[in-house]
T-cell receptor
Framework: DTGVSQDPRHKITKRGQNVTFRCDPI?????LYWYRQTLGQGPEFLTY????????KSRLLSDRFSAERPKGSFSTLEIQRTEQGDSAMYLC???????????????FGQGTRLTVV | AQKVTQAQTEISVVEKEDVTLDCVYE???????LFWYKQPPSGELVFLIR??????QNEISGRYSWNFQKSTSSFNFTITASQVVDSAVYFC?????????????FGTGTRLKVLA
């Protein structure tokens, strides 16, 4: 397994267009996360899946954002009607959830850099 | 509320100097995890270490060491004999274990520049 992979690596889109990003987590990992990172900031949490269930969404995630993880494997993040403020690096991470309560480290993909022009 | 503070925005050191990166966290949970990640210029976040709230033993891994002190809510990271390859942004992160909430909260990062 080569780790978390994200596609595409770069995306330039015009304001108002829809974009979709894909994340393939490490195969045995049941937890999947989406984060957003802007220049000079730490990653900001967007949403989290345990298997196929979306268990938490940040208030940062407006109605224009939607994420899915069908069958608990890969995940997609869609942004509708993109705005210039959506320009950022979108990071996907996965981790292996164990017996409660515990948490393991998350492994991150290389990210998708979105530029909205 | 959960919060991670990395007060040092940028640190510059000369190669072979020791450097400590500070991390202060806030949480109401008694069980939580702390992490350090490295983000080199290539951009990918690289996991360095995980500690749980019940294990306050310091840890050393090669030139890296971590000092966890619950009394001051700090989890500091020291690089001994720094090298140019250590130049990166370093992030401290916190994860609580309230069931159903396993997100990681990151600090704003400390940019480390190691000069040859």
């Amino acid at each position: 397994d080569t780790g978390v992979s994200q596609d595409p690596r770069h995306k330039i889109t015009k304001r108002g267009q829809n974009v979709t990003f894909r994340c393939d987590p490490i195969s045995e990992h049941n937890r999947l996360y989406w984060y957003r990172q802007t220049l000079g900031q730490g990653p900001e949490f967007l949403t989290y899946f345990q298997n196929e269930a979306q268990l938490e969404k940040s208030r940062l995630l407006s109605d224009r954002f939607s994420a899915e993880r069908p069958k608990g494997s890969f995940s997609t993040l869609e942004i509708q009607r993109t705005e210039q403020g959506d320009s950022a690096m979108y990071l996907c991470a996965s981790s292996l959830g164990g017996q409660e309560p515990m948490n393991t480290e998350a492994f991150f993909g290389q990210g998708t850099r979105l530029t909205v022009v | 509320a959960q919060k991670v503070t990395q007060a040092q925005t940028e640190i510059s050191v000369v190669e072979k100097e020791d450097v400590t990166l500070d991390c202060v966290y806030e949480t109401r949970d008694t069980t939580y995890y702390l992490f350090w990640y490295k983000q080199p210029p290539s951009g990918e976040l690289v996991f360095l270490i995980r500690r749980n709230s019940f294990d306050e033993q310091n840890e050393i891994s090669g030139r890296y060491s971590w000092n966890f002190q619950k009394s001051t809510s700090s989890f500091n990271f020291t690089i001994t004999a720094s090298q140019v390859v250590d130049s990166a942004v370093y992030f401290c992160a916190l994860s609580e274990v309230t069931p159903g909430t396993y997100k990681y909260i990151f600090g704003t990062g400390t940019r480390l520049k190691v000069l040859a």
